[in-house]
């Protein structure tokens, strides 16, 4: 099993930025790579960004040139760095992670808040 705890979430103005933080634990042979998503009140998660252990990322495209995810192999940890935040980023963030089996794994989530 793959534990993935979240961190960084918080209240936010417009414009402003927050660095969200994914430590994972646990047996982690076989994971290819890890990600974020995010679910706002009354809409559906959604995907936000990923990487794989090569370090190739995806973003969803409103979040384009003001987010980037990374990871630390060393430290089983994955950032998602949010700038230029704005109210429609607000929702609950969660991390995740994938294996070559097809298995998930998420995180219980974090909630970022973006309003003045």
């Known amino acids: 099993q793959v534990q993935l705890v979240e961190s960084g979430g918080g209240l936010v103005q417009p414009g402003g930025s927050l660095r969200l933080s994914c430590a994972a634990s646990?047996?982690?042979?076989?994971?290819?790579?890890m990600g974020w998503y995010r679910q706002a009140p009354g809409k559906q998660r959604e995907l936000v960004a990923t990487?794989?252990?090569?370090?190739?990322?995806n973003y969803q495209d409103s979040v384009k040139g003001r987010f980037t995810i990374s990871r630390d192999n060393a430290k089983n940890t994955v950032y998602l760095q949010m700038n230029s935040l704005k109210p429609e980023d607000t929702a609950v963030y969660y991390c995740?992670?994938?294996?070559?089996?097809?298995?998930?794994?998420w995180g219980e989530g974090t909630l970022v808040t973006v309003s003045s």
């Open positions: 995740n992670a994938w294996a070559l089996s097809g298995a998930e794994y």
């Open positions: 646990g047996f982690w042979f076989g994971i290819r790579g």
């Open positions: 990487i794989t252990n090569g370090g190739t990322t």
